[in-house]
């Protein structure tokens, strides 16, 4: 799983291969075909920063407003939606379906809504987390109870793959209730 950002009707996928001073990814596009780029971003400020690929360096100006992220670059303005990153965390959508999500790169929880043993509601904000200096929100691919968090709290940094949380959906906590109970 990568994240995916769609512009101009085509979804592209945007893959880390290299980290350094610059980044190598690859941006792979859904109509097929790929390119490498060297990208990095210095923030001047809370929205403000230089964008440097393949060694030209630009201005720009970007804003997250909930999946849709502008940006303003060379007098021009884009906005770009960002795909699910969720809907297939961990790779196989029987994880997604049982309540399992796994951190699709490295970073940093930013916030966390929710503990174990809450209740959550399919699309409930699970927690924020921060990857390639873009924020992203960790919402319940399901109803049902937060079984684990899987970080330590706020500021604790996580690798590619590790598991974030884990929901027993609802429909399973009323099967083991009855179950119990009989």
Request: hydrophobic letters at 35%.
């Given at each position: 799983?990568?994240?995916?950002?769609?512009?101009?009707?085509?979804?592209?996928t945007?893959?880390?291969?290299?980290?350094?001073?610059?980044?190598l990814?690859?941006?792979?596009?859904?109509?097929g075909?790929s390119?490498?780029?060297?990208?990095g971003?210095?923030?001047?400020?809370?929205?403000?920063?230089?964008?440097?690929?393949?060694?030209?360096?630009?201005?720009?100006y970007?804003?997250?407003?909930?999946?849709?992220?502008?940006?303003?670059m060379?007098?021009?303005?884009?906005?770009?939606?960002?795909?699910?990153?969720?809907?297939?965390a961990?790779?196989?959508?029987?994880?997604?379906?049982?309540?399992?999500?796994?951190?699709?790169?490295?970073g940093?929880?930013?916030?966390?809504?929710?503990?174990?043993?809450?209740?959550v509601?399919?699309?409930?904000?699970?927690?924020?987390?921060?990857?390639?200096?873009?924020?992203?929100?960790?919402?319940?691919?399901?109803?049902?109870t937060?079984?684990?968090?899987?970080?330590?709290?706020?500021?604790?940094?996580?690798?590619?793959?590790?598991?974030?949380?884990?929901?027993?959906?609802?429909?399973?906590?009323?099967?083991?209730?009855?179950?119990?109970?009989?």
């Amino acid at each position: 799983m990568q994240p995916k950002y769609r512009f101009s009707e085509t979804q592209f996928t945007v893959s880390p291969l290299k980290h350094s001073a610059t980044r190598l990814i690859e941006i792979a596009s859904d109509q097929g075909g790929s390119h490498q780029v060297n990208a990095g971003i210095r923030w001047l400020d809370h929205c403000h920063g230089e964008l440097t690929v393949n060694g030209v360096v630009r201005h720009i100006y970007a804003v997250q407003d909930d999946q849709t992220l502008h940006v303003h670059m060379d007098g021009k303005v884009w906005q770009v939606d960002i795909v699910d990153e969720f809907s297939d965390a961990g790779g196989a959508s029987d994880q997604a379906e049982s309540g399992l999500v796994k951190a699709p790169m490295p970073g940093v929880v930013l916030d966390i809504s929710v503990k174990e043993g809450d209740q959550v509601e399919e699309g409930q904000l699970l927690m924020l987390i921060e990857s390639m200096k873009l924020q992203m929100e960790v919402k319940a691919s399901l109803s049902g109870t937060v079984l684990l968090l899987g970080v330590d709290g706020v500021g604790a940094s996580f690798d590619k793959g590790a598991q974030l949380v884990n929901i027993r959906p609802h429909d399973e906590s009323l099967e083991s209730g009855r179950k119990g109970g009989e």
